[in-house]
């Protein structure tokens, strides 16, 4: 288990009154896709009013279960909870920011950015379909670039994991064998490769492993030095994973259609998005038993929507348009209520 451990600093002064002024430790735990975004949001409000977060990066499945169990203030997940459990959870869904997944590799040779995949290619390597990197599919995508006779080992994430959820739906959406055969979850029955936990697992294993491939959210790659790869999109251009391409995706994305926030941004139109976007959600309770400590949750979103987007951007997630960001904060006022039935956020 991974604990990634941020202090946070934010104003909570006339939310649920002076009380909750004072020094607070908030407790989440869930998904590693974001966690570098939350750490960097974590320092930057650290000066605020004192308040500490001692976040969990565990994975998004555990994340959920959780906050079920009432044994965090807010749960965190990549793949957005199913609308039964939300119900009778009775927890509030909303998304805090927007990032990428991206493919990475050990070629040795080969540079970040320079080796082109497709997703049909991606699904029949992680099928099990596609065995050697010299494959002539690969070779003619690549000209130029010096492939290897070596075998193709791919790594998944072993955990229960909103990215292997994302990932997945990708796979899912681009190859309608993938679907059948093993379609979209936060875990399952891989038919080619080996698993390791979290981006630390699923990149280690990649470094030591010459020809693996695998699967990570981008911050991560670009802050470990990893090799990610170009993706083919829907509208047939090569593209590179950048904060331009991944804002491009999410401007196509259908907010006010989604139930819960839960959106798609999986394989949008667009001759610069990137293929591979998601959202990553929060789950709060309804029902808060400490007003206050629910209260300071909401208020460091706020803040984050508010006074974190350059924070975000620098790291390459995407901040939340604007009229998402305001949807959020009326769905708190509406939602989330004290035992006395009055509203928490203000």
């Known amino acids: 288990m991974k604990f990634m451990r941020v202090s946070l600093a934010i104003a909570v002064a006339g939310v649920v009154g002076a009380g909750a002024a004072q020094a607070q430790q908030i ?11 939350y750490s960097a949001w974590g320092e930057a409000a650290k000066a605020a009013a004192g308040v500490e977060l001692n976040y969990q990066a565990i994975g998004s499945g555990a994340g959920q279960t959780q ?3 009432r044994t965090v203030d807010f749960g965190a997940s990549d793949a957005p909870m199913a609308p039964e459990k939300l119900e009778s959870g009775k927890l509030l869904q909303f998304p805090a920011v927007m990032g990428a997944e991206v493919a990475i590799v050990n ?29 002539a599919r690969l070779v003619e995508l690549n000209r130029g670039v010096a492939l290897p006779a070596s075998a193709i080992a791919p790594v998944y ?27 979209s979850n936060t875990s399952v029955k891989w038919p080619a490769g080996n698993g390791a936990k979290g981006n630390d697992g699923v990149a280690a294993t990649v470094r030591q492993v010459k020809g693996a491939i695998g699967y990570v959210e981008f911050a991560f790659a670009a802050k470990n030095g990893l090799t990610y790869t170009q993706l083919r999109n829907k509208a047939g251009q090569f ?14 994305g259908d907010w006010a259609a989604a139930k819960n926030y839960a959106v798609s941004l999986i ?14 959600f929060i789950e709060l309770p309804k029902d808060p038993k400490d007003a206050a400590r629910s209260a300071t949750v909401m208020k460091f979103f706020d803040w984050a929507y508010k006074d974190g987007a350059s924070i975000a951007t620098g790291l390459l997630y995407v901040p ?9 904060r ?9 035992p006395d039935g009055a509203a928490v956020y203000k």
């Open 27 to 37: 407790t989440g735990a869930g998904a590693t896709f974001p966690a570098p975004v």
């Open 67 to 69: 906050i079920l169990n």
């Open 107 to 135: 070629l040795p040779g080969v540079k970040p950015g320079e080796l082109k995949l497709t997703g049909e290619l991606l699904a029949d390597i992680y099928l099990g379909k596609i065995t050697k990197w010299n494959d």
């Open 157 to 183: 994430r072993a955990d229960g994991s909103g990215t292997t959820f994302v990932w997945t739906a990708y796979l899912s959406a681009v190859s309608p064998d993938w679907k059948a055969a093993v379609g």
């Open 239 to 252: 593209v590179q994973p950048s904060l331009e391409t991944f804002s491009a995706a999410a401007g196509n």
């Open 267 to 280: 394989d949008t139109q667009g001759e610069k998005s990137w293929p591979i976007v998601s959202a990553t």
């Open 320 to 328: 939340l348009p604007t009229a998402v960001q305001d949807a959020v």
């Open 330 to 338: 009326s769905s708190w006022r509406a939602e989330i209520k004290a």
